[in-house]
């Protein structure tokens, strides 16, 4: 899955003296021109797949070490025809639900509150597939926690379907995550058979035929890709898949196959005469 930033998460700051707004007495010195980004001290994901449909839920914070109040933009890559379901950002220890306007709508509103220096939290499509959100203020040298709920369909081939989730890209210069963690309770209405992800290590732990949870957690966390699950399902009691994946046109790829009986669960226990 391609998506138009290669950044999981990307605050845009710009000075709020360049606003136009007034500034009380004595004046904030501005922080430096152009764009740079918050620090992500902490990410978690818990997502609920059944069968073709997700449910994602994302809570990120972001740390302003600056000494200025900002304002900036939370840019999020979404997948194809996702529905943004709830955004929340937290305002003084509280959380507070946004609304969801469509792009002109937001930045009329959005304009009208920065003039009363007020709290929005708004959302906008900025182009198809990516999620922009102007938020104002963030205060100097302080967490800001961010919530984003959405919903889609898995891409799906035959039996095999697949689940793909932005990650934050560390760049040089950049710290790497304090706390990370996935947690993805996946259910299947058919068997569920072979299930892997070929780009993070995970924990799988198999809840009977239909049911599994795959997740990791980590500390001083660095990813070198997003994150992308596969599995199969199958109707029959003996199955076999073959997945292939190749991360960049130009590498070389692999391949996995997987041969599942399905028969343990099923095959009785036999009585053991142990003297």
């Not at 972001?62 to 955004?87: D, I």
């Not at 932005?166 to 072979?194: C, N, V």
Request: with cysteine; charged share 25%.
């Amino acid at each position: 899955m391609k998506y138009l930033l290669s950044l999981f998460a990307l605050l845009a700051i710009t000075s709020l003296s360049a606003q136009r707004l007034i500034i009380p007495e004595p004046p904030m010195p501005r922080p430096q021109p152009g764009l740079f980004e918050l620090e992500l001290q902490s990410y978690k994901a818990e997502v609920e797949i059944d069968q073709d449909v997700a449910v994602t839920t994302v809570e990120q914070d972001f740390y302003n070490p600056t000494s200025h109040q900002l304002q900036g933009y939370f840019m999020y890559p979404l997948p194809e025809g996702a529905n943004v379901q709830q955004f929340s950002m937290w305002i003084n220890g509280k959380e507070t639900k946004g609304e969801l306007l469509d792009a002109k709508k937001a930045r009329e509103i959005y304009e009208e509150i920065v003039r009363k220096a007020l709290d929005p939290a708004l959302l906008e499509y900025s182009k198809q597939g990516l999620l922009r959100l102007r938020i104002f203020p963030i205060q100097p040298r302080s967490v800001q926690k961010i919530k984003l709920v959405y919903q889609h369909q898995l891409s799906q081939e035959g039996n095999t379907y697949s689940y793909a989730l932005p990650l934050y890209h560390r760049h040089d210069g950049q710290k790497p995550i304090e706390r990370a963690a996935l947690a993805i309770d996946l259910k299947t209405r058919e068997s569920l058979k072979t299930i892997y992800c070929p780009t993070q290590e995970v924990e799988i732990i198999r809840k009977g035929d239909r049911r599994a949870t795959v997740g990791f957690e980590a500390e001083k966390a660095v990813f070198a890709s997003d994150f992308e699950l596969f599995f199969q399902t199958d109707p029959n009691l003996l199955g076999h898949s073959l997945l292939s994946y190749r991360p960049e046109s130009s590498e070389d790829g692999f391949f996995f196959l997987n041969l599942s009986s399905g028969l343990y669960d099923e095959a009785p226990l036999v009585a053991k005469d142990i003297a």
